[in-house]
């Protein structure tokens, strides 16, 4: 580019220009690594920038289970269920997350609704395969009265 171009105002392509972070590749290395605190620290950056993401919400809701702060993940996929109601993963991630609450009856309600539209691929049969075990516990509980459940 001439500089009788810049000096008019024109730009060029060799111009230095600020670009954004990926904070979501940069959260998933973190996780990667365990430091799941900056990882959560740069999933809330990722919301800034795209506040209905749902791979950062759901990854988001993923890391806050990972660090025992299971309301704050039930919140995470929640609000990735608002944006899209038929989203597997986070059916999945909340129903379990709600047996540990203690709350078998909306538990059973999103482990249905993923079983109803659950992901393809040969690692998925393994979560729709204990999803449905899940289920069938929750439905036939053993006679002392437990379910025998586990998330």
Do not use: C
């Amino acid at each position: 580019m001439s500089w009788l171009r810049r000096l008019l105002g024109g730009t060029s392509d060799r111009e230095i220009r600020p670009q954004r972070l990926d904070y979501l590749n940069e959260a998933l290395v973190l996780e990667r690594q365990g430091d799941y605190e900056a990882a959560l620290t740069s999933y809330r950056l990722a919301l800034r920038d795209q506040p209905e993401d749902l791979r950062v919400l759901q990854n988001m809701a993923i890391a806050f289970s990972r660090t025992g702060r299971h309301d704050e993940a039930i919140r995470a996929y929640r609000k990735a269920l608002a944006v899209d109601p038929a989203l597997s993963g986070a059916h999945y991630g909340l129903g379990f997350l709600l047996l540990k609450r203690g709350d078998n009856a909306e538990a059973m309600q999103h482990l249905e609704a993923f079983l109803a539209s659950p992901p393809d691929g040969p690692e998925a049969e393994r979560w729709v395969r204990h999803a449905q075990a899940t289920l069938d516990q929750l439905r036939n509980p053993t006679p002392d009265g437990a379910s025998g459940v586990e998330g």
